[in-house]
């Protein structure tokens, strides 16, 4: 389900829009500070946890299922310069350099992780670097690598899976955005159960998603899966 596929009777927030720091990665809620000016497409300068970056404002967040407020990423302070603008993009291709750096150098070091995004800040002379992991890795030798080649202070925080498939993106067999990119605030926990509850194929290619893991959707649809028959009396049919 996508924020597009809402009924006709929710209204979008005013107070909250979708903003994309990158085209290869979905958007995220962000807060509007009152007074700003919305126009969509148009760049903004965003404040966050881990410091400004500019953003293309998409438009307003319709919430899905619940409210949006969970999963905002940031507060949209103002529109960009044309400076900022222009050190953003340099920023980015900093970011790019830094993910394509870890993946090779990670593997050089036969280290089992993924780099998934990195954040260079406009206002930090830092780097962010999320990458995903089955199990707890030593990257003290990475992290010194990164420090070196970037020549800022590099900062590397592991993720899940499913964060992992969250920070990407991507379409869902439903032909949907993924939800957890989309509405989900945090992951629920589903269990093959909830697949059998609803009578649905066990093959694990159909009710996987991109993470590898059971699809959130089956924790979505559980409550309106039909119960289970129960048998009839001996002597009896239902």
Not at 232 to 237: I, L
Request: proline share 7%.
């Amino acid at each position: 389900m996508s924020c597009s596929a809402c009924s006709g009777g929710v209204q979008p927030q005013p107070g909250l829009v979708r903003v994309t720091f990158s085209a290869d990665l979905p958007g995220q809620v962000c807060s509007l500070t009152e007074g700003v000016e919305l126009e969509q497409g148009a760049f903004y300068l965003v404040a966050g946890a881990d410091g400004e970056r500019v953003g293309t404002v998409v438009g307003h967040e319709i919430p899905v299922l619940r409210p949006c407020n969970g999963r905002i990423a940031g507060s949209v302070v103002r529109r960009a310069t044309p400076s900022e603008v222009t050190r953003s993009e340099e920023l980015a291709s900093v970011a790019r350099d830094a993910v394509r750096f870890c993946r090779e150098r990670a593997r050089e070091l036969n280290l089992p992780l993924r780099p998934v995004t990195a954040i260079v800040p406009l206002d930090r002379d830092t780097v962010v670097i999320t990458f995903a992991a089955e199990e707890r890795v030593d990257f003290r030798e990475l992290l010194r690598d990164l420090g070196r080649r970037t020549r800022r202070r590099v900062e590397l925080r592991q993720i899940g899976v499913r964060d992992q498939a969250k920070a990407s993106g991507g379409w869902g067999p439903c032909g949907r955005t993924l939800c957890c990119s989309t509405f989900m605030a945090r992951f629920n926990s589903v269990t093959i159960r909830m697949a059998k509850a609803q009578r649905l194929s066990l093959n694990p290619s159909r009710i996987s998603g991109m993470c590898g893991r059971l699809m959130c959707c089956l924790a979505h649809e559980a409550g309106d899966a039909p119960p289970p028959k129960r048998p009839a009396p001996p002597g009896q049919t239902v």
